[in-house]
């Protein structure tokens, strides 16, 4: 093979685990010289970990990176940078009070350093030449800050092309979900950016939105579960077919133990929420009985993350009531939302919701603490044998209940962090924010176990579920979020589940 | 997919970090028996009842100080204010004592809760680093305590109601030692046996986390306060014992040998990790530290070197670097 038809980038069998969770399990890709590559795949399958990966970011704990045809180690952004690999972040990683030209030099200042000083003629050249490589009018002296997101992007690009000087190669540009806060006119400038690209450099191109994906690449690849499941060309291929191969063909067995799903009672609700608004949502009503699980789907930026925060009273709300078994609650803090019987597990585990240094015992017990007292006091012989309860009940794995949290795995830890809220006997509500988030498939399946014995016994349960199929697979009842609103309601019995694209219309 | 600046990876060796903590836990009693060795085969009337009786009573107010600023920390705050603090109530006690006499005891305490009281709603209220908070509370407080004291001692003519102080608990035991030792204990306890402990370190761990379990967090932080503000009040009692005079400065250099003896002691900077008994075995090393310089022949202006030192060390130490993504 000629080094013209060389792969600009290749990944052989690139494999990372973190504690409980295989984030990368040998995943393979290939990015040929002068193509748009696109990466999709749902939350967990591992997109982040591999891109983090091939700019240095990540130390894979096997497997290989070829750089036209030559293994390398990518030890930092400085060294995938030196082999021509480069990302644009998807928070932005530009210098807010800085001018674009110095955004774009920054780390890569060159000429326009001499003796330590800035030498802003040069500066302002070098920066134009970056501009002009993508065809952009910014002024290259323009404070950063006072451009339009979509502008600061294209500086973010320019900034990313001067990795050229350094590889003496087409480069490998990483653009790490670029489209998700842009307009749709900015979108199409943004395209016609790519492809311009694709002129003199490789893109990899990651986005949630399908149809994106195919419209701007010419080859996707799909993974699942940390593996490259499939590659499809995108000329003429459908989205529906790439979500097939995201989600995989998991609908045949009972992963979701839907023989397992409680009948829903008619009567009074348990949750009974009226015009809720905060600052991502507005006019938001929800109803949820006892036994239900009611799921809430919609894009990123939907706003349902915020509305089940306020209803634990963690994120503010500025009108509406939220009742209890029809008592109305002031959920201004997370205090009352506990003593009103409601549970909240968050989507980041390890930072909001466990204490990572504290013992099991300690975690299960932090919010009712009248289960583990007698009086105001403490009882260790009582904490004990109520831990150890749960440890057996959930069949937690862990070496003692004294452990600390922060050495289980991932699904025993969600496990733990679960419990906390059924020590108390009292749980009414559980607001679950992504319980599955980074637990392999066995993990998730006993959460999802768990959920289906707690709907039996009465808790009623709002889901922010992973994925389509996890909100399909678990859910009685659908809500479907765009923009700050409930756009529809599907009803989803087990039985007669909708399909993932009746949602996703409904989604963008 | 996050900014580039800080992956933070969970530890991958489990046995590491635990062996590790368990060595750290002894660290500061080590330090304190080869203090006192080294000490007593430098000067060999180091080991009478007359020089460890005067280390002891030296040590009292450190004691007192750096355990109730222990609790803040332990929160994952600071209080910087103590020793300003505890200057304002010798000053206040002095003023006090002729008027109220034996009730002028716990009404300075009581006043020192409110202040630290004060500091800590502002901290929680307003959403300030406590850093802040307790930096501006230290200029104030000092400032006031030279207003009130008109810039200069204070002198205590009948000192009689703080007296019981000097006492010797059988004969040997200095009193301020012993009540500062029973504070600790005191602390310790109630933090031992009541759900307290859980949501201190849950606090101290993370505060995200604490708040969404539902832990009264801002409760939390402000009693630390109130408690490291009484805790000063009661250092300045001491002081005011020992020298029969409260002044506007009198405190005022023990706000770095307390801090110090809150991180010799082993006790996270960063918060949720530690406990009041290590502070006071670090304010034992700290003392020693301090009464042992002068033995070995080093001029005591050295001191503050020490100190500097000892808690870019500890700190060093004891971090736990997994909290921290970027160090500023």
Redesign the interface.
């Known amino acids: 093979m000629s080094v013209a038809e060389m792969p600009a980038l290749e990944v052989r069998g690139l494999v990372k685990h973190?504690?409980g969770v295989k984030a990368l399990d040998g995943v393979d890709l290939v990015v040929r010289q002068h193509e748009v590559l696109g990466l999709a795949g749902e939350n967990g399958a591992g997109k982040?970990t591999l891109?983090?990966a091939l700019?240095g970011?990540?130390t894979p704990d096997a497997g290989e990176i070829y750089v036209r045809g030559e293994a390398v180690k990518l030890r930092s952004?400085v060294e995938a940078a030196n082999h021509g690999i480069g990302?644009v972040?998807?928070?932005q990683?530009l210098v807010p009070n800085l001018t674009a030209a110095e955004n774009i030099l920054l780390g890569s200042e060159g000429a326009s350093v001499r003796r330590g000083l800035y030498r802003w003629d040069v500066m302002r050249r070098l920066a134009q030449e970056q501009l002009d490589k993508i065809g952009s009018k910014i002024d290259p002296l323009a404070r950063t800050d006072s451009l339009s997101f979509a502008d600061r992007q294209m500086v973010e690009i320019a900034k990313v092309l001067r990795i050229e000087q350094r590889s003496q190669h087409p480069p490998v540009i990483i653009l790490?979900?670029p489209t998700s806060v842009l307009e749709s006119k900015e979108i199409d400038t943004l395209f016609a950016q790519i492809r311009r690209l694709r002129e003199f450099a490789s893109v990899v191109f990651v986005s949630h939105r399908l149809d994106e994906v195919l419209d701007v690449c010419d080859r996707v690849t799909v993974l699942r579960s940390g593996q490259s499941v499939g590659e499809v060309a995108a000329a003429g291929a459908v989205p529906r077919e790439l979500h097939r191969m995201m989600i995989g063909s998991t609908g045949s067995d009972d992963h979701y133990h839907e023989n397992a799903a409680s009948v829903v009672g008619s009567e009074q609700p348990r949750l009974s929420v009226r015009g809720l608004s905060g600052k991502s949502f507005r006019g938001i009503d929800l109803d949820v009985a006892a036994g239900e699980i009611v799921s809430i789907v919609g894009v990123h930026g939907s706003g349902r993350e915020d509305v089940c925060r306020a209803l634990?009273g963690?994120e503010p709300a500025t009108a509406g009531e939220i009742r209890m078994d029809g008592r109305k609650i002031d959920l201004r803090s997370?205090?009352a939302?506990?003593?009103a019987g409601i549970g909240?597990v968050?989507a980041e585990r390890?930072?909001?919701?466990?204490?990572?240094?504290?013992s099991v015992a300690?975690n299960m017990?932090?919010?009712k603490?009248k289960a583990?007292?007698a009086g105001?006091?403490?009882a260790p012989a009582k904490q004990a044998s109520l831990v150890d309860r749960w440890i057996e009940r959930l069949s937690i794995r862990t070496p003692t209940r004294d452990t600390a949290i922060?050495?289980l795995s991932g699904g025993n830890q969600q496990k733990v962090v679960l419990a906390?809220w059924l020590v108390g006997g009292d749980i009414k509500l559980l607001l679950l924010d992504h319980p599955t988030r980074g637990l392999d498939i066995g993990a998730r399946s006993e959460v999802y176990r768990l959920m289906r014995e707690l709907a039996a016994s009465g808790v009623a349960t709002v889901l922010l579920a992973d994925s389509l199929e996890e909100a399909i697979g678990m859910a009685d009842r659908i809500l479907v979020m765009n923009d700050g609103r409930v756009v529809t309601e599907v009803a989803c019995p087990a039985g007669g589940k909708p399909s993932p694209l009746d949602l996703v219309k409904e989604m963008v | 997919?996050?900014?580039?600046v800080a992956?933070a990876?969970?530890?991958?060796n489990?046995a590491g970090p635990r062996r590790a903590g368990r060595l750290t836990g002894f660290m500061p009693l080590i330090a304190l028996v080869a203090l006192v060795l080294a000490l007593a085969i430098a000067d060999s009337d180091f080991l009478t009842t007359r020089s460890l009786t005067a280390a002891l009573r030296t040590a009292a107010p450190l004691i007192v100080l750096a355990a109730g600023a222990t609790l803040v920390v332990l929160c994952g705050g600071i209080d910087l204010s103590i020793a300003a603090l505890a200057s304002l109530s010798t000053v206040l006690l002095a003023l006090w004592l002729p008027d109220l006499g034996g009730l002028a005891t716990p009404v300075v305490i009581l006043a020192a809760t409110a202040i630290g009281a004060v500091q800590g709603v502002a901290h929680v209220l307003l959403r300030i680093p406590s850093f802040i908070v307790t930096l501006g509370g230290m200029s104030i407080l000092s400032a006031v305590a030279l207003v009130v004291s008109g810039a200069g001692t204070v002198r205590v003519v009948d000192d009689t109601p703080v007296k019981w102080l000097e006492l010797y608990v059988g004969g040997y035991v200095p009193m301020s030692a012993a009540v500062a030792i029973i504070v600790v204990a005191v602390i310790a306890v109630v933090l031992?046996?009541?759900?307290l402990?859980?949501w201190v370190?849950?606090t101290g761990?993370?505060e995200?986390?604490?708040?969404?379990?539902?832990?009264?967090v801002d409760l939390v932080k402000i009693a630390a306060f109130c408690v490291s503000g009484a805790c000063a009040g009661l250092a300045a009692v001491m002081l005011v014992s020992r020298q029969y005079s409260g002044g506007p400065t009198m405190a005022d250099n023990l706000l770095l040998p307390a801090v110090a003896a809150i991180v010799v002691g082993g006790t996270a900077i960063t918060g949720?990790?530690g406990s009041v008994w290590r502070s006071l075995a670090g304010a034992l090393v700290v003392t020693l530290l301090r009464v042992g310089l002068p033995i070995v022949g080093v001029p005591s202006a050295y001191e503050q070197i020490l100190y500097g030192v000892i808690i870019v060390v500890c700190v060093a130490l004891t971090l736990?670097w997994?909290k921290v993504s970027i160090i500023k």
């Open positions: 973190y504690p982040s891109l983090k700019v970011l990540v952004v990302m972040f998807q928070e990683s790490d979900e634990f963690a997370t205090r939302a506990c003593a909240y968050p390890k930072i909001e919701g466990m204490v990572g240094p504290m300690d017990t932090l919010t603490q583990r007292c105001p006091f403490v922060q050495r906390r | 997919m996050s900014t580039p992956v990876e969970p530890a991958a489990p031992k046996v009541t759900p402990q859980s370190s849950a761990y993370s995200s986390a604490a708040r969404l379990a539902g832990t009264p949720g990790h736990d997994s």
